[in-house]
Structure formats: C-alpha cells, structure tokens
C-alpha cells in the first residue's frame, strides 16, 4: 500500500511538473501535447544535427519535421536505454544522411543550382563578430571565411564529426551514437579533421595562428 | 593543436550551424503526426508519377489502330459526305445536322474537299451512283526461265587485230614538179 501511495504521488508529481521520462510515457500513450512539448525541448538540436548532415536550412527544416514525426511513430519501440534525446538524434542522422544522398535534393539542385550553392556558400562565408584590432579583425574574418570554405571542403566523416562535435549541443556519446561509431573513432576524427585543416590553412599562408 | 586555432575552428563551426529552427516547427509536426501535412511525403513519388504520366502519353500517341485514311463513301440523293469516325472516338451527332465525325485527319479533310467540290460541279439532283466494284485482280504472266549458259569460261576473247591496208597517197602537182627538175 506504501509502495503504491509511493508511486502515485511520483506520478503525480510529473504530471504537475513532467520530467523528460514522464512527457515520454505520456507521448508513449498517446499524449500528442506530451509529444508536442518533447519537441519543443529538442527542436534545435535536431535542426542543427540535420543542417550538419545537409549544409542548407530548408533541407534542415524538412528533415526535422520529418525526424520528429518518425520518432512519435516509433515511440513504442523506445526502451530508454539511451536517452530519449540521443534516440532522437539517431533517427535524425539517420533521415538527414537518407536525404544527403536522396534523388529529391539532386532534382532541387538542377532546378535552381545557383539558388542552392550560393545559399550554401552564403552560410559558409558568414561574417563573425568584431576582434579586437582592425587588423586582427580583418584577419579574424579572412580566417574564418577561409575556414568555412576548408571545412566544407573536408571528407565526409571528418567533417561530420567535427561540426557534430564543435557545435557545442551534443556529447561524445551522443554524436557517436548518432554517427554509429565507437567514442574512439569519433575522437580521432575529429582530431584529424582539424589536423588537416591546420595542414591547409598553413598551406594558405595562415602560420601566424598558432 | 594549438588552442588558438581550435578555438577558431570552433567558432567557424558554431557560426556555420548558427541557425534557429523554424518557430512553427512544433505545429507542422503535430499537425502532421494528426494527419494534415503530406507535402514532404509526396516528393518521393514525383518522379515515378512524371515517368508514368509520360509513359501514358507515348502509349496513347503509339498506340496501333489510328489509321487516318478511311474510305469516303457517298449515300445516294443526298448529297451529304459521310465520313466514318476513326477508331475509338464517338462521333458527335447533333439534332436534324449531318453526321460528321468530330475529329479527322488531314488527308481525309482532303478527300472530303476533292468530294465536296467534285458535288458542287454536278447537278443539283446528283444520280445515284453505284459504288465502286472492286478492281479486277491483276494477273502477272510467269516470266519464262532464263536460258541456261552455254559459256564454258568468262574469260575475255583475245582480241584480234587485222592489219591495216593504206594505199600510197598521190603525190600533189607541186611536190611532183619539184621531182622533175
């Protein structure tokens, strides 16, 4: 009887103030605004895994919404033995990754290819914030321009793991787990990644960054 | 790896993925997962629509029995054409008006302005004409067999060359005056 008064109140207690594992297994029922509110809470760090994965918002945006809308109707199949956000993030890598490589965005890209690539590079070439000199400010944003165009330019796996990882919204665990990798892998390319990118800006005449 | 560098890669990373979702994210999943929005799920079925549409099409353009040319016939006493529908269309019989078939090809619009000429020219109480009997079947001879070779070899014959027999020219008055002095 005490275990039960136990377990009622916690109930309860996340209906007054639901934790992720409640709004879950009340989505888990059924409960659409449960779900609703789960998306609210990872709306961003699905969009941002998604626009790793496409390099262009409007891709983004359709392959969240399509994310979310898998994850609601596979929520029986959740066990919690992730979190509910990595879950999450692993259907959304899988669907970005579908849509990287669908014939959709290949059909897109012939009907309005200057369209698509200039919005691409016009997220790549975007301005950072003023540094400290004129003239560390002039080089700050030729740097950053030049590494923009560099990541964008790495391989696939590299490039994935280091936005993943330099995003600052997901842990090693979850990128590795998004990336079907081992922690180790993942580490190392991301080292990789920014040794390469070292390698090249070097090569570009950027040595004073050190 | 220095940490300058890296902390510039990371701000080059950062102001890559610097976007917010769409604020309507929340809706348009809700409103899917309750069965509104179907725009992203049609676009995989775009292009096997197209290629079947077009399919369609060439089917309907190609299709076997769509002969133009029909024979014209003309009923007796009435002056009228009537030219028979082509295959698979309805044709369109408007109250107390001719038959004539909605759509025909060029070639029998042709026969039917040679016809309708050919009865402007005529009476204006055209006789009955019979049809036309078909034509007699032509009957084409066996050609006789061709004689057999008696040549026993193609080689060419030699050529035989008779000689020539030029009688001795005259010689002129002057030349021959020369001579006797």
Excluded: C
Excluded at chain 1, 41 to 66: C, I, M, N
Excluded at chain 1, 80 to 91: H, R, Y
Excluded at chain 2, 152 to 177: F, G, H, K, W, Y
């Amino acid at each position: 009887m005490l275990l039960a008064h136990s377990i009622d109140r916690v109930n309860a207690l996340e209906a007054a103030e639901p934790g992720e594992p409640g709004l879950v297994r009340r989505a888990q029922a059924g409960d659409v605004e449960a779900f609703g509110e789960l998306v609210e809470r990872h709306r961003r760090a699905v969009f941002r895994a998604a626009l790793a994965a496409t390099g262009s918002p409007a891709e983004a945006e359709d392959v969240a919404q399509e994310a979310f809308v898998t994850a609601f109707q596979k929520l029986g199949t959740f066990r919690g033995d992730a979190s509910f956000k990595t879950w999450l993030l692993t259907i959304t890598w899988r669907k970005a990754i579908d849509r990287r490589k669908s014939i959709v965005r290949w059909m897109r890209r012939l009907a309005a290819p200057a369209a698509g690539d200039q919005a691409d590079r016009n997220q790549m070439e975007q301005l950072p914030g003023a540094s400290r000199t004129q003239e560390d400010a002039l080089l700050g944003t030729e740097l950053q321009r030049e590494l923009r165009t560099l990541i964008g330019a790495l391989p696939r796996k590299l490039r994935d793991a280091l936005l993943l990882a330099g995003a600052g919204e997901y842990s090693y665990e979850e990128i590795a787990a998004m990336l079907t990798i081992p922690v180790g892998t993942l580490k190392w390319r991301v080292s990789e990644a920014r040794r390469v990118l070292r390698v090249k800006l070097e090569a570009k005449g950027f040595s004073h960054v050190r | 790896m220095s940490a300058d560098l890296d902390r510039e890669i990371d701000r080059a990373v950062r102001a890559m993925l610097d976007r917010e979702p769409p604020a309507l994210l929340r809706s348009r999943v809700l409103s899917s997962i309750e069965g509104g929005d179907r725009r992203w799920s049609i676009a995989p079925f775009a292009i096997p629509a197209g290629a079947l549409a077009i399919a369609i099409v060439l089917w309907i353009v190609l299709a076997p029995g769509r002969a133009v040319d029909r024979p014209v016939q003309i009923s007796a006493g009435s002056g009228d054409v009537h030219l028979p529908p082509p295959a698979g269309e309805a044709v369109v019989r408007p109250h107390g008006s001719p038959t004539v078939a909605p759509r025909v090809g060029a070639a029998v619009r042709r026969q039917r302005h040679v016809v309708a000429a050919a009865v402007a020219h005529s009476e204006p109480v055209a006789p009955g004409i019979d049809a036309l009997t078909a034509p007699a079947p032509l009957s084409v001879g066996t050609l006789p067999a061709p004689a057999t070779s008696t040549l026993s070899s193609i080689q060419p014959a030699p050529l035989r060359v008779t000689a020539l027999d030029v009688p001795a020219l005259e010689m002129p008055p002057n030349a021959a005056r020369g001579v006797e002095r």
